[in-house]
């Protein structure tokens, strides 16, 4: 009987488990945050504590013991040099597991696990990080500042040349105000309309 074995066993054997636990925590090591299913996370956070809190004490035989679990030179290197420096005044609770939506093929509860200390979203350096996004529909950059350029170069006029513009002008303003339009404009029939329904 299995009495007071906690461990999840996630449905594989003694070997595979072990192995994907060591490449979980690899990626984890180095990328920071994984998404995967709620049951692997909660497992994976009971492997890699442990280790986070070996890392504190950078010795050989710490280390020799850290990648036999890991079998990746590159995590242990990451983890020995930067991780544990971040976390060196942190008593434990090395990782958060945040849920997240039901995979949509077989509806397995999901969650990411990421590095307390290296989380962007809850700190402090989120606020000042936020950009304003660009948009494609106002064109390119170039275009509008040679548009605002023009009125500017236009706005330097001699004198002499504002009281030529300012005679031309005049006429000019008289003649569309003579005309009427010959047909009533959208506006003015969905007005007509509006107000019949009434």
Same mark, same amino acid.
């Given at each position: 009987?299995?009495?007071?074995? #906690? ?49 504190? /004490? ?10 036999? &679990?890991?079998? /990746? #030179? ?13 976390? $060196?005044?942190?008593?434990?609770? &090395? ?6 939506? /039901? ?14 200390? &290296?989380?962007?979203? &809850? ?8 950009? #304003? ?10 275009? #509008?500042?040679?548009?605002? $350029? ?49």
């Amino acid at each position: 009987m299995r009495h007071g074995k #906690k461990v999840n066993h996630l449905g594989r054997t003694d070997s595979h488990r072990k192995a994907m636990m060591g490449n979980m925590a690899a990626s984890l090591i180095l990328h920071k945050r994984i998404t995967t299913t709620l049951a692997k996370a909660k497992a994976l956070r009971v492997y890699v504590e442990p280790m986070i809190t070996k890392s504190k /004490n950078d010795t050989t035989h710490s280390r020799r013991t850290v990648f036999s &679990y890991l079998q /990746n #030179k590159d995590a242990v290197v990451e983890l020995f040099r930067d991780i544990a420096a971040k976390v $060196a005044n942190r008593p434990g609770g &090395y990782t958060r597991i945040v849920k997240l939506e /039901n995979r949509l093929g077989d509806n397995a509860e999901m969650a990411i696990i990421e590095l307390v200390d &290296y989380n962007t979203v &809850y700190g402090a350096e989120a606020a000042p990080a936020a950009k #304003k996004s660009t948009r494609r529909r106002g064109g390119s950059g170039k275009g #509008k500042a040679a548009v605002a $350029a023009a009125p500017a170069a236009a706005a330097e006029v001699t004198p002499a040349d504002d009281a030529v513009v300012v005679e031309e002008e005049t006429p000019a303003t008289e003649a569309p105000a003579a005309e009427a339009p010959a047909e009533p404009t959208a506006s003015a029939e969905s007005e007509e309309n509006a107000e019949k329904g009434e």
